[in-house]
């Protein structure tokens, strides 16, 4: 086929929350830049349904495959299918588990960018004084990403256990009225929770609703400020650094993502072979370097069109 | 082969224990928590249960009145956020005195539709339901584009403000109990459903409208939707692609845990009431005791179990105490 | 008095898939008439009067009241127009209240225009209501917890409640003992005399007789015969039903010369509120009666013979065995059949077909292999003899669903299930429920054959004249106890009555 | 989408009356499920020709064979008017049960060599447990079906989560599975995937056991009414017990299928399927009130649904077009199946 008319397909999990969204909007946008065609499939976090999708994707000799996945080894079976059909496939944030199927993964580096939002937390309150409580809102326990950003907070405050003492952690599930119930009944239990931090962006409207009720809802600087890390780096995160209710975000960064899913895309097609696994190293945000960062960060692109729109 | 030996008083004592075996039984669940956190029993943090089972709670309620015809409505999520969609979407400026009740009517308008499918075309509700939930999350997600969707200032304030010192979902979860614990026991409308639910063929029979209150029922569903829908997005601020998804299983089993039959004519709106608030009683309970969030379903579906288990053997029991007798013994 | 007829039908058609059971039926009534409506099973009573409450579209006739045409749309228009029906199969909702059920169409309101339910004036409406039909329960009273006769009483009651002027009663004595049976024709005199019009439906021919000014006959769906009481006799009522004749209300029945084995003996059975000191031995072909007023705990009896409900102490022998843990499986291990008295709760699966209510008691009897693989041939060919046997008025058994029957044919299929699993131990609690007189006799025949065969049979019933023309013994129940026992040779009528009413416990207390 | 059993009494008369026309008879029968699948298809062949090629056939045929042995067992249980509700977490817990013992990854390497008929021995034993434990408490302690399953559902669901983070490193899941098992999800044999074989068994068996034994006649007569079969002498608890292990046999032999094809040992495994497969059977005519339903139907319940799926993800559309879509394929499906309905009835 000539090179303007591929077919690409964009699989995707789920659209919860705002980074999947503008995820697959700028590749839309993208895609189209190329000429590219887009054809897509949502799975709902369920991997069988997934691999018929791919299967789909198969039949439709389309010319690459991006693919989000729930689970790392589900996905394999999936992957030498492609590979059978002569079909390149990306893995779009999350990397498959190791095998001998060929593919190449796009991800942001989730432990490590985890581990300095809640480093540089951890300076800013030392620098403060004071014993933390602290609160982490876990994704789906069944979602690696998940796994791997709550490791990142545990590596960073089980080494500061002098200062901060975890006294709550919320299983969301990914899922909004779990957080908003899970997080109003841990302030409960603890009134004095000052040291909070989600595994996504998406739950911060809960977070601020739930921290108004119980009159928590402070900027950096005024008294009774929560210390508030999140992480993605969307939208809402890059307004409420603006706004300072926000102290850090660790961001995946999107665009590059995306450019580095389609560039290897681009790559496989030339006969190159890519590296199977593709960090996109992110960075951490703060309201002290918003203005120097912010044009890297997707959120800050999607707040600007809306504040046009 | 043995009859429970209960004679006289004792045997009285012992109907109001079975009676009440619910309410004990959810007294020791906060006994048990309070033992464990301190900040548990408190008056707070039951105003937090409250308010977190409303939602439920009130979708819970409309589908009792399904159940009570042997009826089911798997589309309530849908619909829940179809409303959130179109408020957020399109009715972000006008004043909350109009725009909720226009989305409640959305909500009514969404339950006649299933209603028309279910009564004029005979559909089975369960196909109906589950197409509609299909259909409307589809059109919903064809307005929002999948994105986040967010409300006024004026709904969000709504969702943590409280009158009279009692927050506001507090409210919407009383009223909307209270109107239909008074329409299932008080009215004409509300015996013809046990009726219904009961044989469709007698109470057609005995001349009563079996379509009309189908109807009804369904639309009764749907504006509890709408309303639990109003609430739960007033607390949770936003609207993502997932709002509502697969609340019917909580609402059902809410519903179903509060002893009203899937099979129709038995139960109310004071059970499903009661099980909403047991589930949220221990998701809060757990999250107080800062338990491992794996063990979160384990100890739920567990507390969950031992409560049906109560009340089915209650009920057995119940039954047997209270069996009328053909001979007056003489003790 | 001759008033004039103020309701007319004339005409009435009404087919079900494809096949016509009513074939131009038409009758006229005056005020304060008693019309007598009566058939073999399946004739078409219930269709027609179906069409006249509304519940059934007619395919075509006509029906007037007061001059004006008469269509019902539905129940609710012919209540409203003054028709009340009290329907063959009881239409009660077993979880509502006594009161409930009467007022379900239309509570009284608190106040005007607001829907709240009075309460109060539902209690003593209902009280008063229930007092006419002699019924002595409190009004909030689930209904699941009345007995059949108990529940026909409220149906009754209900009706009386809605202030009609045309009031069908689709027998309505068949779970009812003489007693109430006598009250239930006082009420329709007072009724008769209020000038209401009445449609009386009943297999009982004697007492369409002793009640109805005229009498209307159908067979097949045609109306086969009309007149007014003087020019009417039973005989003549069965010729016309049947189209034959039938000398004998009973078959012959020869006791037996020499009695067998027990196949079924009690010894102080009690069961705390229910049973006391129950003790009476069955032998091998003999019938032996049960009678009592309603609530006398025959039926309570019969489903602890079964092992349906418990009991707390008692010996009990099928067959010569002592069956320690009574269930129903295991007493039909032991040959025994239970007739249930409700057929549509515990008898019969309304949504299957004929032919699957006959099989399910024998089913493990017909399964081969290992694995219970049905013979369908076998079972096929003994469902269909059975079938004759009881001589069932449908087409092909094997499609026909049972809730499409009529109720004496629902009631032929639950006694050809039992037959189908050949029992030695027969209890019947009110068999022939509805059935017409030839099949009442058909039936007979049948207990008749199951005795000389050398089964026993344990036969409950309301009517005197059933139990003294079909048993060997009669034992009269009252309040839970054996009262009295008659031999054939000592049955009266009178003294069957008179040991049922007994009271001992009331009195005494 | 009912249909009363080929005992309609429409069908007495049938011969009665004149000779419908073939499309009206197939509408009338049974079959209309198949009829609007073959309905589907043939407008997706339109849109997307390539759903017609013989690997496309093969995928959804392979597809559906786990879902239609969960759902054959879902159908034992709604034929008694019970329902299972965790037939998901049934599928889940079998699975990380069953890969573990098979993976040194994580799992229990003690069995490295040791033949994978321990781990398919795992997943039939999870399966028939929570089926059993079930069924106990339905018919020992009297509790309502749907509850039952419901608290079984939350809790081995969890367990399943539970179970895998605590044996795996990355708390996701089991993978690294023995080639001779994955060769149970994924291979044929000359071209008939093994999958197909092993639920042609399952359907044939579950289809004669209905329709055929003591047995089968039975748990009808349980669902059409409970009290008159008990006073019948069917042993209606212990029938109601077999009916849920059943259930629970069939979620375990699905999950060896679903397991094999993804390789791996997951325990959010079919935790979004329940709709899929009480609403196949649904679909295909079995009533969620008891006493109706047959292997076929639900059969064509499932080739439907998954027909109609696949359709959707040829088309590779929106979300939002997805969801309208399948909603309104099956409202149609269920409006032409309630006039066909009332098309009998009337005669
Ligand atoms: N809903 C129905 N569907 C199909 N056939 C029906 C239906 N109702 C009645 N029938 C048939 O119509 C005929 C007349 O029935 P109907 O109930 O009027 O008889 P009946 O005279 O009342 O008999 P019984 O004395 O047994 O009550 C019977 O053959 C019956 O099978
Ligand atoms: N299912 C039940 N639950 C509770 N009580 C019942 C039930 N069935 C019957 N009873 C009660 O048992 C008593 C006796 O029942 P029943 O009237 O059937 O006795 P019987 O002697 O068989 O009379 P008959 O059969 O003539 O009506 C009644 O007072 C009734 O209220
Ligand atoms: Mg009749
Ligand atoms: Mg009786």
């Not at chain 1, 841990?186 to 998406?202: E, K, M, R, Y």
């Not at chain 2, 499918?117 to 919903?140: D, E, M, N």
């Not at chain 2, 739920?300 to 105490?321: C, H, K, P, T, W």
């Not at chain 4, 399966?127 to 079930?134: D, E, Q, T, V």
Request: hydrophobic share 50%; net charge neutral.
């Amino acid at each position: 086929k000539a090179e303007g008319s591929k077919t690409v397909a964009l699989l995707f999990d789920s659209l919860v929350s705002p980074f999947w969204v503008s995820g697959i909007e700028i590749m839309r946008e993208k895609a189209k830049a190329k000429g590219w065609t887009t054809l897509e499939n949502i799975s709902n976090f369920d991997d069988n349904k997934q691999f018929e999708q791919v299967k789909a994707m198969i039949s439709r000799k389309v010319d690459g495959i991006l693919i989000i996945q729930t689970d790392a080894k589900a996905v394999i079976p999936a992957i030498r299918a492609a590979n059978a059909a002569n079909i390149p496939m990306v893995h779009f944030n999350r990397p498959p588990a190791k095998s001998d199927a060929y593919s190449v993964a796009i991800q942001a580096d989730n432990r490590k960018i985890m581990q300095d939002t809640v480093g540089f937390m951890v300076a800013k309150a030392k620098k403060q004084g004071g014993k933390y409580k602290a609160c982490i809102l876990i994704g789906d326990l069944g979602d690696v990403n998940a796994i791997q950003r709550r490791d990142g907070f545990f590596d960073v405050v089980n080494a500061n256990k002098d200062i901060i003492d975890v006294v709550a952690r919320v299983s969301t599930e990914w899922n909004a009225d779990k957080a908003f119930a899970g997080l109003t009944n841990a302030i409960q239990a603890n009134p004095d929770i000052n040291f909070l931090v989600t595994s996504s962006d998406f739950l911060h409207p809960q977070i601020e609703q739930v921290l108004k009720s119980a009159n928590k809802w402070h900027k950096t600087g005024e008294a009774g400020h929560v210390l508030f890390g999140g992480f993605d780096g969307d939208e809402g995160a890059y307004a409420r650094l603006q706004d300072g209710y926000l102290d850090a975000c660790g961001v995946q960064n999107l665009f590059l993502e995306v450019d580095m899913a389609f560039g290897a895309f681009e790559d496989l097609w030339a006969g190159k072979k890519p590296e199977k696994l593709l960090l996109d190293p992110g960075f951490v945000i703060t309201q002290e370097d918003l203005m120097a960062k912010r044009d890297q960060m997707w959120g800050y692109t999607v707040w600007k069109k809306m504040q046009k729109g | 082969m043995s009859a429970v030996s209960a004679g006289g008083g004792n045997r009285s004592t012992t109907l109001f224990v079975l009676r009440n075996a619910p309410v004990l039984l959810f007294i020791v669940l906060l006994a048990c928590f309070g033992l464990m956190s301190d900040r548990f029993l408190t008056v707070t943090n039951f105003v937090n249960i409250v308010i977190q089972a409303a939602h439920i709670g009130i979708i819970a309620i409309g589908m009792t009145f399904v159940l009570l015809i042997g009826g089911i409505d798997l589309s309530i999520g849908a619909n829940m956020y179809i409303v959130a969609a179109v408020l957020g979407l399109f009715l972000k400026d006008l004043p909350l005195a109009i725009s909720f009740p226009l989305v409640t009517l959305i909500g009514l308008a969404f339950g006649a539709v299933n209603a028309w499918f279910i009564t004029r075309l005979r559909v089975a509700a369960f196909i109906t339901t589950l197409s509609t939930l299909f259909i409307g999350r589809g059109i919903a997600l064809y307005f929002s584009g999948n994105k986040m969707v967010g409300f006024s200032p004026e709904v969000l304030a709504l969702g943590r403000a409280s009158y009279f010192g009692v927050p506001s979902a507090i409210w919407g979860f009383a009223i909307v109990f209270i109107a239909a614990y008074v329409t299932l026991s008080q009215t004409t409308f509300g015996r013809q459903i046990y009726a219904v639910g009961a044989d469709p063929d007698a109470a057609g029979k005995a001349g009563i409208d079996v379509r009309r209150i189908v109807f009804s029922v369904y639309c009764i569903a749907g504006v509890c939707a709408a309303i639990g829908g109003l609430i739960s997005l007033s607390q949770v601020a936003v609207a993502s692609s997932t709002f509502g998804f697969q609340k019917e299983f909580p609402v059902i089993a809410a519903t179903v845990l509060g002893g009203t039959s899937l099979f129709g004519g038995r139960g109310g709106v004071l059970g499903t009431v009661f099980g909403a608030v047991l589930i949220q009683t221990v998701e809060n309970g757990l999250v107080m005791t800062n338990a491992d969030p794996y063990l979160y379903p384990l100890v739920i579906s567990i507390i969950i179990f031992i409560a049906v288990f109560i009340d089915s053997s209650r009920n057995s029991i119940l039954e047997r105490l209270e069996r009328r007798q053909i001979r007056v013994e003489r003790v | 008095m001759t008033a004039a007829p103020f309701f007319e039908a004339s005409g009435l058609c009404k087919s079900f898939f494809g096949v016509q059971v009513l074939h131009g039926m038409g009758f006229t009534l005056r005020p304060g008439q008693v019309l007598g409506l009566v058939g073999e099973n399946g004739s078409g009573k219930s269709t027609t009067m179906n069409i006249l409450g509304g519940v059934l579209p007619m395919d075509a006739g006509r029906m007037t009241l007061d001059g004006a045409d008469y269509h019902p749309r539905g129940p609710r228009e012919a209540e409203a127009r003054g028709i009340a029906f009290i329907h063959q199969e009881l239409n009660l909702f077993r979880n509502l209240s006594v009161a409930e059920n009467l007022f379900i169409t239309g509570f009284p309101k608190r106040i005007k225009g607001l829907p709240f339910i009075d309460r109060g004036r539902v209690a003593a409406r209902t009280q008063e209501l229930l007092k006419a039909v002699d019924l002595d329960i409190a009004p909030n009273t689930p209904v699941s917890r009345l007995s059949q006769g108990e529940r026909q009483l409220v149906e009754i009651a209900k009706a009386l409640g809605a202030n009609a002027r045309i009031m069908i009663f689709d027998e309505p004595t068949t779970s009812l003992t003489t007693r109430e049976t006598d009250r239930l024709f006082d009420i329709i005199g007072r009724l008769q005399r209020q000038g209401i019009a009445i449609i009386y439906i009943s297999h009982i021919l004697g007492d369409v007789m002793r009640l109805c000014d005229d009498i209307v006959v159908l067979r097949d769906g045609h109306k086969v015969g009309q007149a007014a009481r003087a020019d009417m006799t039973i005989e003549k009522m069965i010729t016309l039903m049947v189209g034959r004749t039938i000398d004998q209300m009973f078959p012959p029945r020869e006791p037996p010369v020499t009695l067998g084995a027990p196949v079924l003996e009690v010894r102080g059975l009690n069961q705390r509120g229910m049973v006391k000191d129950i003790g009476f031995t069955l032998r091998a072909g003999e019938v032996l009666g049960i009678s009592g007023l309603m609530g006398a705990g025959r039926s309570e009896l019969a489903r602890i013979l079964f092992g349906m409900d418990p009991h707390e102490s008692g010996d009990i022998r099928i067959g010569g065995t002592q069956v320690r843990e009574l269930s129903p499986a295991a007493c039909m291990d032991h040959g025994m059949a239970f007739l249930t008295e409700d057929r549509r709760a515990e008898g019969l699966m309304m949504e299957a077909s004929i032919a699957d209510n006959i099989a399910l008691a024998s089913l493990p009897k017909f399964g081969r292999s290992w694995a219970g693989f049905i013979e369908r041939t076998r079972l096929g060919d003994e469902v269909q003899r059975i079938s004759g046997a009881v001589r069932i008025n449908a087409r092909d058994i094997q499609r026909t669903l049972v809730k499409n029957l009529s109720g004496g044919n629902q009631q032929k299929a639950v006694i050809g299930k039992w037959l189908l699993h050949e029992p030695r131990v027969f209890i019947l609690d009110e068999p022939t429920r509805g059935i017409d007189v030839g099949a009442k006799y058909e039936v007979y025949k049948i207990i008749n054959q199951l005795a000389a065969d050398g089964a026993g049979v344990l036969f409950i019933s309301s009517e005197i004249e059933e139990l003294t023309g079909m048993c060997d013994r009669i034992m009269v129940m009252a309040q839970g106890e054996i009262r009295a026992e008659f031999p054939r040779a000592g049955f009266d009528r009178e003294a069957i009555l008179r040991a049922a009413m007994w009271h001992g416990m009331k009195e005494t207390a | 989408m009912s249909s009363t059993q080929s005992i309609t009494p429409g069908s007495a008369a049938e011969a009665t009356r004149p000779q419908r026309s073939f499309a009206v008879r197939l509408l009338m029968s049974e079959y209309l499920v198949l009829v609007l699948t073959a309905i589907y298809f043939l407008v997706m062949w339109a849109l997307v020709p390539s759903i017609a090629t013989a690997d496309t056939l093969l995928d959804i045929l392979a597809a559906m064979m786990p879902l239609l042995v969960v759902a054959i067992g879902q159908t034992f249980v709604l034929i008694v008017a019970g329902i299972d509700l965790a037939a998901p977490s049934i599928l889940a817990a079998a699975s990380v049960a069953g890969a573990s013992m098979m993976t040194g990854e994580g799992g229990f390497a003690l069995f490295t060599g040791v033949p994978i008929g321990v781990g398919i021995l795992a997943f039939v034993g999870v399966g028939l447990l929570i089926g059993l434990l079930n069924g106990v408490c339905v018919t020992r302690l009297g509790m309502p079906p749907f509850i039952v399953t419901l608290t079984t559902m939350m809790f081995f669901s969890g367990f399943a989560l539970f179970y895998t983070s605590a044996l795996t490193d990355d708390g996701s899941s089991f993978g690294d599975l023995p080639s001779a098992f994955v060769a149970i999800g994924q291979g044929t044999w000359h071209g008939v995937p093994y999958s197909l074989a092993l639920a042609g068994a399952v359907m044939l068996v579950a289809h004669l056991t209905l329709s055929r034994t003591v047995f089968g006649s039975w748990l009808y007569a349980i669902g059409r009414n409970p009290r008159a079969a008990a006073i019948s002498g069917v042993p209606v608890r212990r029938a109601v017990l077999w009916a849920f292990v059943i259930s629970g046999l069939c979620g375990g032999i699905a999950s060896i299928i679903y397991t094999g094809r993804l390789e791996t040992g997951t325990p959010v495994l079919g935790q979004r399927i329940l709709l899929d497969i009480v609403g196949s059977a649904v679909i295909g005519g079995v009533s969620l009130f008891g006493g109706k339903g047959r292997v076929t139907w639900t059969l064509y319940g499932v080739l439907f649904l998954s027909v109609v799926d696949k359709g959707l993800q040829l088309l590779g559309l929106d979300l939002a077009s997805v969801f309208a879509i399948k909603g309104l394929v099956i409202l149609s499906a269920a409006v032409l199946d309630a006039v066909r309905h009332r098309l009998t009835l009337r005669g």
